[in-house]
Nanobody, 126 residues
Framework: QVQLVESGGGLVQAGGSLRLSCAASGSIVSNSAMGWYRQAPVKQRELVATITSGGSTSYSDPVKGRFTISRDDAKNTVYLQMNSLKPEDPGVYLC????????????????????WGQGTRVTVSS
């Protein structure tokens, strides 16, 4: 199986920065698309940023120009650099990765599924 572990959340003042990391572990063959969602109270889960295996990125309108997604495939890790944080940015940030991995009795069968991290909380004080 595959596990995604996030880190980097916390409390920051408005205008400040945070860098989130999400590391995948397990019998990973490759990661294709990776990205970040955020879940704020009484709001729907929102897709924040995505990055393809080729490095193409996309962002939601509210974070364009402030957030940067990147990846390090050697470390099976995706990052989210968040600058100029605003009071509307808080929430639980969840990473995902479309991971191809080995499974089965002999660990020789490949499968590709979307794996999720447990979430890391971001709080912005005004």
């Amino acid at each position: 199986q595959v596990q995604l572990v996030e880190s980097g959340g916390g409390l920051v003042q408005a205008g400040g920065s945070l860098r989130l990391s999400c590391a995948a572990s397990g019998s990973i063959v490759s990661n294709s698309a990776m990205g970040w969602y955020r879940q704020a109270p009484v709001k729907q889960r929102e897709l924040v940023a995505t990055i393809t295996s080729g490095g193409s990125t996309s962002y939601s309108d509210p974070v364009k120009g402030r957030f940067t997604i990147s990846r390090d495939d050697a470390k099976n890790t995706v990052y989210l650099q968040m600058n100029s944080l605003k009071p509307e940015d808080p929430g639980v940030y969840l990473c995902y990765a479309d991971v191809t991995y080995y499974y089965g009795t002999y660990g020789t069968t490949r499968r590709t599924t979307r794996s999720w991290g447990q979430g890391t909380r971001v709080t912005v004080s005004s």
